[in-house]
Protein backbone atom coordinates (compact mmCIF):
# COMPACT_ATOMS: atom_id res chain seq x y z
CA UNK A 1 0.00 0.00 0.00
CA UNK A 2 1.88 3.37 -1.06
CA UNK A 3 0.25 6.63 -0.91
CA UNK A 4 1.44 10.51 -2.24
CA UNK A 5 3.39 12.34 0.91
CA UNK A 6 4.19 16.02 1.16
CA UNK A 7 5.98 16.52 4.18
CA UNK A 8 6.70 14.69 7.52
CA UNK A 9 7.04 17.17 10.35
CA UNK A 10 8.70 16.29 13.38
CA UNK A 11 8.43 17.79 16.73
CA UNK A 12 5.36 19.12 15.76
CA UNK A 13 3.27 20.85 18.75
CA UNK A 14 -0.08 21.93 17.36
CA UNK A 15 -1.85 18.56 16.00
CA UNK A 16 -2.44 17.22 19.23
CA UNK A 17 -1.33 16.17 22.61
CA UNK A 18 2.52 16.14 23.38
CA UNK A 19 5.67 16.10 20.89
CA UNK A 20 3.77 14.79 17.07
CA UNK A 21 5.33 13.39 13.89
CA UNK A 22 2.39 15.01 11.37
CA UNK A 23 2.25 13.31 8.08
CA UNK A 24 1.14 15.25 5.41
CA UNK A 25 -0.90 13.59 2.58
CA UNK A 26 -1.75 15.41 -0.52
CA UNK A 27 -5.12 15.47 -2.10
CA UNK A 28 -8.21 17.90 -1.00
CA UNK A 29 -11.58 18.51 -2.46
CA UNK A 30 -11.19 22.03 -0.64
CA UNK A 31 -10.10 25.05 -1.93
CA UNK A 32 -10.42 27.16 1.26
CA UNK A 33 -8.92 30.51 0.23
CA UNK A 34 -7.22 30.87 3.45
CA UNK A 35 -5.28 27.55 2.83
CA UNK A 36 -2.13 27.45 4.45
CA UNK A 37 -0.94 24.12 3.03
CA UNK A 38 -1.89 24.76 -0.89
CA UNK A 39 0.60 22.38 -2.18
CA UNK A 40 -1.78 19.71 -0.65
CA UNK A 41 -4.77 20.64 -2.66
CA UNK A 42 -3.80 18.87 -5.64
CA UNK A 43 -3.76 14.89 -5.26
CA UNK A 44 -0.34 14.32 -7.20
CA UNK A 45 3.28 15.39 -7.19
CA UNK A 46 3.87 18.97 -8.50
CA UNK A 47 6.63 21.02 -9.54
CA UNK A 48 7.48 23.60 -6.90
CA UNK A 49 10.07 26.62 -7.64
CA UNK A 50 11.94 28.85 -4.77
CA UNK A 51 11.88 32.31 -6.48
CA UNK A 52 14.74 33.35 -4.10
CA UNK A 53 17.20 31.07 -4.74
CA UNK A 54 16.85 30.93 -8.49
CA UNK A 55 20.10 32.35 -10.19
CA UNK A 56 18.34 32.87 -13.84
CA UNK A 57 21.07 31.37 -14.89
CA UNK A 58 18.60 29.94 -17.55
CA UNK A 59 19.40 26.09 -17.63
CA UNK A 60 16.14 24.70 -16.60
CA UNK A 61 15.06 26.42 -19.95
CA UNK A 62 17.59 25.14 -21.99
CA UNK A 63 17.06 21.69 -20.74
CA UNK A 64 13.65 20.99 -20.58
CA UNK A 65 11.79 19.07 -23.69
CA UNK A 66 8.98 20.03 -23.21
CA UNK A 67 9.30 24.14 -23.66
CA UNK A 68 7.51 24.56 -20.18
CA UNK A 69 10.07 26.43 -18.01
CA UNK A 70 10.92 29.95 -19.11
CA UNK A 71 12.68 32.73 -17.52
CA UNK A 72 10.00 35.40 -18.36
CA UNK A 73 7.63 33.69 -16.35
CA UNK A 74 7.39 34.81 -12.41
CA UNK A 75 6.53 31.18 -11.87
CA UNK A 76 8.97 29.47 -13.92
CA UNK A 77 7.01 26.92 -15.17
CA UNK A 78 4.18 26.16 -16.98
CA UNK A 79 2.27 23.73 -15.21
CA UNK A 80 0.44 22.68 -18.01
CA UNK A 81 3.13 21.99 -20.20
CA UNK A 82 5.07 19.92 -17.05
CA UNK A 83 5.29 16.28 -16.96
CA UNK A 84 7.83 16.33 -14.30
CA UNK A 85 10.41 14.64 -15.78
CA UNK A 86 13.02 16.06 -13.72
CA UNK A 87 15.34 17.34 -15.98
CA UNK A 88 15.47 21.00 -14.45
CA UNK A 89 15.32 19.60 -11.27
CA UNK A 90 18.51 17.43 -11.30
CA UNK A 91 20.44 20.23 -13.61
CA UNK A 92 19.45 23.39 -11.58
CA UNK A 93 22.70 24.73 -9.88
CA UNK A 94 20.49 25.76 -6.61
CA UNK A 95 17.91 23.79 -6.69
CA UNK A 96 15.39 26.16 -6.74
CA UNK A 97 13.21 23.55 -8.71
CA UNK A 98 11.74 20.74 -6.73
CA UNK A 99 9.23 18.38 -6.61
CA UNK A 100 6.18 18.33 -3.92
CA UNK A 101 5.33 14.85 -3.03
CA UNK A 102 6.04 11.43 -3.69
CA UNK A 103 5.23 7.92 -3.36
CA UNK A 104 5.81 5.93 -0.18
CA UNK A 105 4.95 2.80 1.29
CA UNK A 106 3.19 2.47 4.84
CA UNK A 107 6.92 0.74 5.92
CA UNK A 108 8.68 4.24 5.01
CA UNK A 109 6.22 6.45 6.49
CA UNK A 110 6.44 3.66 9.77
CA UNK A 111 9.81 3.78 9.33
CA UNK A 112 10.23 7.72 9.23
CA UNK A 113 7.96 7.90 12.46
CA UNK A 114 9.62 5.78 14.40
CA UNK A 115 12.63 8.06 14.80
CA UNK A 116 10.70 9.89 16.88
CA UNK A 117 9.09 7.38 19.05
CA UNK A 118 11.01 8.20 22.39
CA UNK A 119 9.71 11.73 22.56
CA UNK A 120 5.84 9.87 21.93
CA UNK A 121 6.11 8.10 25.58
CA UNK A 122 7.78 11.20 26.97
CA UNK A 123 5.71 13.87 26.22
CA UNK A 124 2.38 11.95 25.51
CA UNK A 125 2.43 12.46 21.66
CA UNK A 126 1.94 10.44 18.87
CA UNK A 127 1.70 10.80 15.02
CA UNK A 128 -0.92 12.65 13.17
CA UNK A 129 -1.85 12.37 9.62
CA UNK A 130 -3.18 15.09 7.85
CA UNK A 131 -3.01 16.72 4.59
CA UNK A 132 -4.73 18.12 2.38
CA UNK A 133 -7.66 16.01 3.55
CA UNK A 134 -5.93 12.58 4.47
CA UNK A 135 -9.50 10.67 4.40
CA UNK A 136 -8.92 11.19 0.34
CA UNK A 137 -6.21 8.91 0.45
CA UNK A 138 -8.53 6.31 2.56
CA UNK A 139 -6.95 2.94 1.83
CA UNK A 140 -4.04 4.13 2.27
CA UNK A 141 -4.74 5.79 5.77
CA UNK A 142 -6.21 2.56 6.81
CA UNK A 143 -3.69 0.68 6.89
CA UNK A 144 -1.28 3.08 8.11
CA UNK A 145 -3.29 3.32 10.55
CA UNK A 146 -3.88 -0.41 11.38
CA UNK A 147 0.07 -0.41 11.73
CA UNK A 148 0.65 2.60 14.16
CA UNK A 149 -2.14 1.06 16.42
CA UNK A 150 -0.12 -2.33 16.48
CA UNK A 151 3.48 0.04 17.37
CA UNK A 152 1.04 1.37 20.03
CA UNK A 153 1.39 5.23 19.25
CA UNK A 154 -1.34 7.57 19.84
CA UNK A 155 -2.84 8.23 16.71
CA UNK A 156 -4.67 11.93 15.47
CA UNK A 157 -6.19 12.18 12.20
CA UNK A 158 -7.23 15.67 11.04
CA UNK A 159 -10.02 16.01 8.91
CA UNK A 160 -12.54 18.57 7.18
CA UNK A 161 -15.17 15.79 7.66
CA UNK A 162 -15.61 15.67 3.82
CA UNK A 163 -13.88 13.62 1.01
CA UNK A 164 -16.43 13.52 -2.54
CA UNK A 165 -19.68 14.62 -0.15
CA UNK A 166 -21.35 11.52 -0.70
CA UNK A 167 -22.39 9.03 2.25
CA UNK A 168 -19.58 7.14 1.94
CA UNK A 169 -17.95 9.69 3.41
CA UNK A 170 -19.44 9.29 6.61
CA UNK A 171 -18.48 5.84 6.46
CA UNK A 172 -15.45 6.05 6.05
CA UNK A 173 -14.84 9.00 8.62
CA UNK A 174 -16.21 6.39 11.21
CA UNK A 175 -14.28 3.96 10.56
CA UNK A 176 -10.86 5.69 10.53
CA UNK A 177 -12.40 7.71 13.96
CA UNK A 178 -13.20 3.71 15.50
CA UNK A 179 -9.46 3.13 14.86
CA UNK A 180 -7.46 6.70 15.90
CA UNK A 181 -7.43 8.23 19.41
CA UNK A 182 -8.40 11.42 18.42
CA UNK A 183 -10.22 13.13 15.36
CA UNK A 184 -9.51 16.86 14.63
CA UNK A 185 -12.12 18.31 12.87
CA UNK A 186 -11.91 21.35 11.12
CA UNK A 187 -15.22 23.95 11.20
CA UNK A 188 -14.49 26.67 8.48
CA UNK A 189 -17.76 28.57 8.50
CA UNK A 190 -21.11 27.22 9.43
CA UNK A 191 -22.87 29.49 6.95
CA UNK A 192 -23.80 27.37 3.64
CA UNK A 193 -23.56 29.91 1.26
CA UNK A 194 -20.46 31.13 2.60
CA UNK A 195 -18.81 28.17 2.84
CA UNK A 196 -19.58 27.25 -0.80
CA UNK A 197 -17.80 30.82 -1.78
CA UNK A 198 -14.57 30.62 0.37
CA UNK A 199 -14.30 26.52 0.32
CA UNK A 200 -16.01 25.88 -3.16
CA UNK A 201 -17.89 22.73 -1.26
CA UNK A 202 -21.59 22.72 -0.09
CA UNK A 203 -20.84 22.45 4.02
CA UNK A 204 -24.33 20.05 4.38
CA UNK A 205 -22.79 16.73 4.64
CA UNK A 206 -20.05 18.39 6.49
CA UNK A 207 -22.21 19.28 9.67
CA UNK A 208 -24.17 16.32 9.21
CA UNK A 209 -21.13 14.01 9.64
CA UNK A 210 -19.64 16.21 12.49
CA UNK A 211 -22.91 15.78 14.64
CA UNK A 212 -22.98 12.19 13.83
CA UNK A 213 -19.17 11.68 14.98
CA UNK A 214 -19.62 13.30 17.97
CA UNK A 215 -22.52 11.86 19.61
CA UNK A 216 -20.68 8.77 18.72
CA UNK A 217 -17.44 9.12 19.83
CA UNK A 218 -17.29 12.65 22.02
CA UNK A 219 -14.45 11.61 24.07
CA UNK A 220 -12.54 11.63 20.62
CA UNK A 221 -13.54 14.58 18.93
CA UNK A 222 -11.94 18.10 18.89
CA UNK A 223 -13.13 20.62 16.78
CA UNK A 224 -11.36 23.59 15.58
CA UNK A 225 -12.52 26.68 14.47
CA UNK A 226 -9.92 29.57 12.33
CA UNK A 227 -11.31 32.86 12.99
CA UNK A 228 -10.99 34.79 9.99
CA UNK A 229 -11.71 38.63 9.42
CA UNK A 230 -14.17 39.16 6.74
CA UNK A 231 -14.99 35.60 6.34
CA UNK A 232 -16.36 33.90 9.69
CA UNK A 233 -15.85 35.98 12.23
CA UNK A 234 -19.09 38.27 12.52
CA UNK A 235 -21.70 38.25 15.23
CA UNK A 236 -23.67 36.11 12.62
CA UNK A 237 -21.11 34.07 12.26
CA UNK A 238 -20.41 33.42 15.52
CA UNK A 239 -24.36 33.00 16.56
CA UNK A 240 -24.51 30.20 14.04
CA UNK A 241 -21.28 28.52 15.23
CA UNK A 242 -22.56 28.66 19.41
CA UNK A 243 -26.40 27.13 17.98
CA UNK A 244 -24.46 24.27 16.15
CA UNK A 245 -21.89 23.56 18.94
CA UNK A 246 -24.76 24.05 21.54
CA UNK A 247 -26.54 20.84 19.40
CA UNK A 248 -23.65 18.62 20.39
CA UNK A 249 -24.58 17.35 24.28
CA UNK A 250 -20.30 17.23 25.02
CA UNK A 251 -18.45 18.99 23.09
CA UNK A 252 -14.74 20.57 22.87
CA UNK A 253 -13.39 23.01 20.30
CA UNK A 254 -10.23 25.36 19.77
CA UNK A 255 -10.49 28.56 18.35
CA UNK A 256 -7.63 29.29 16.04
CA UNK A 257 -6.28 32.32 14.98
CA UNK A 258 -5.87 32.91 11.52
CA UNK A 259 -2.56 33.15 10.57
CA UNK A 260 -0.40 34.31 7.18
CA UNK A 261 2.36 31.24 7.41
CA UNK A 262 1.52 29.66 3.93
CA UNK A 263 1.31 32.81 2.09
CA UNK A 264 5.00 32.08 0.42
CA UNK A 265 4.33 28.55 -0.92
CA UNK A 266 1.47 29.89 -3.30
CA UNK A 267 4.55 31.57 -5.64
CA UNK A 268 6.22 28.01 -5.17
CA UNK A 269 3.34 26.44 -6.95
CA UNK A 270 2.66 29.09 -9.06
CA UNK A 271 -0.48 30.63 -7.95
CA UNK A 272 -1.59 33.56 -5.97
CA UNK A 273 -2.65 34.41 -2.61
CA UNK A 274 -5.86 35.50 -2.62
CA UNK A 275 -6.53 37.49 0.80
CA UNK A 276 -2.84 38.88 0.89
CA UNK A 277 -4.32 41.93 2.21
CA UNK A 278 -6.78 39.98 4.84
CA UNK A 279 -5.80 41.35 8.52
CA UNK A 280 -4.74 39.32 11.08
CA UNK A 281 -7.78 38.62 14.00
CA UNK A 282 -7.70 41.25 16.96
CA UNK A 283 -6.58 39.66 20.02
CA UNK A 284 -9.56 41.22 22.03
CA UNK A 285 -11.94 39.76 19.43
CA UNK A 286 -10.43 36.69 19.57
CA UNK A 287 -10.62 36.79 23.14
CA UNK A 288 -14.33 38.02 22.92
CA UNK A 289 -15.49 35.35 20.44
CA UNK A 290 -14.01 32.47 22.79
CA UNK A 291 -15.70 33.74 25.74
CA UNK A 292 -19.10 33.32 24.43
CA UNK A 293 -18.37 30.01 23.57
CA UNK A 294 -16.97 29.09 26.52
CA UNK A 295 -20.41 30.64 28.10
CA UNK A 296 -22.24 27.30 26.52
CA UNK A 297 -22.74 24.49 29.40
CA UNK A 298 -22.18 21.77 26.82
CA UNK A 299 -18.63 22.91 25.66
CA UNK A 300 -15.31 23.13 26.74
CA UNK A 301 -12.82 25.22 24.65
CA UNK A 302 -8.85 24.16 24.80
CA UNK A 303 -6.36 26.71 24.01
CA UNK A 304 -4.23 25.99 21.50
Known sequence: MKGIVFDIQHFSIHDGPGIRTTVFLKGCPLRCLWCHNPESQKPEPEIGFWPEQCLECGTCEKV????????????????????????????????????????????????????????????????????????????????????LKKLGYHIAIDTSGYIRGTPEDLQRLLEIADMVDLVLYDLKVIDAQKHLKYTGVNNKSILQNALQLASRYPSKCLFRYPLIPGINDSQEDIAMLTEFLASIPKCKIEVLAYHRLGINKYARIGKVYALEKLPLPEQKHLESVKLQISKLSNVQLLES
Open 64 to 147: CPYHACNLQNPHRVNRQKCTLCGKCIELCPVSALFIIGKEMSVEEVIAEVSKDEAFYSQSGGGVTISGGEPLYQFEFVRSLTLR
